[in-house]
T-cell receptor
Framework: DAGVIQSPRHEVTEMGQEVTLRCKPI?????LFWYRQTMMRGLELLIY????????DSGMPEDRFSAKMPNASFSTLKIQPSEPRDSAVYFC???????????FGPGTRLLVL | GNSVTQMEGPVTLSEEAFLTINCTYT??????LFWYVQYPGEGLQLLLK???ADDKGSNKGFEATYRKETTSFHLEKGSVQVSDSAVYFC???????????WGLGTSLAVNP
């Protein structure tokens, strides 16, 4: 299996622009997680899905962030408008079941100028 | 609520030294416990796990034992290598939704 695939790997944008991050989970995994990692706050869970349905979005910072999972093989995390404080590494992870091992993608390194 | 506390880094060791990274937890019920490792520029990957008290997880020379009496899951390795330089995360899964609760990570640097 190819593992969790994320794109782009790097994104540099200007404040106010829309940013879309993409994730393809491992086939057969029912859970998908979006995380953000920064030096200041460490690893934060933003939102997770089960069978394409958002289960817990309490970690989403504010309304500028939105996530969708239109089918079992694709998810997006969108930031609109982006701000410099959104600069971070964003990880997508998937898991076969509840509480099971999570498999992480390589991350998207986002820099908002 | 559920939480994980791990020792602050950075930890710097010489090659072949003994490693301990402490991790303690607070949880209701019977959590599963995990150690993940993040190598530079990569995503996290599972290193080892334990699902019940007294279980020992092991992988790549690393070990951790699930101690319910001390609510701990300390990571150990007898002889570290330069290639072990990474950030190590302790995590637990508990409660109804069983989502992972993460520690802040401990950075390890191993010098030749």
């Amino acid at each position: 299996d190819a593992g969790v695939i994320q794109s782009p790997r790097h994104e540099v944008t200007e404040m106010g622009q829309e940013v879309t991050l993409r994730c393809k989970p491992i086939s057969g995994h029912d859970y998908l997680f979006w995380y953000r990692q920064t030096m200041m706050r460490g690893l934060e869970l933003l939102i997770y899905f089960n069978n394409n349905v958002p289960i817990d979005d309490s970690g989403m910072p504010e309304d500028r962030f939105s996530a969708k999972m239109p089918n079992a093989s694709f998810s997006t995390l969108k930031i609109q408008p982006s701000e410099p404080r959104d600069s971070a590494v964003y990880f997508c992870a998937s898991a076969r079941g509840e509480g099971e091992t999570q498999y992480f993608g390589p991350g998207t390194r986002l820099l908002v100028l | 609520g559920n939480s994980v506390t791990q020792m602050e880094g950075p930890v710097t060791l010489s090659e072949e030294a003994f490693l301990t990274i402490n991790c303690t937890y607070t949880a209701t019920g019977y959590p599963s416990l995990f150690w993940y490792v993040q190598y530079p520029g990569e995503g996290l990957q599972l290193l080892l796990k334990a699902t019940k008290a007294d279980d020992k997880g092991s992988n790549k020379g690393f070990e951790a034992t699930y101690r319910k009496e001390t609510t701990s899951f300390h990571l150990e390795k007898g002889s570290v290598q330069v290639s072990d330089s990474a950030v190590y995360f302790c995590a637990l899964s508990a409660g109804n939704n069983r989502k992972l609760i993460w520690g802040l990570g401990t950075s390890l640097a191993v010098n030749p």
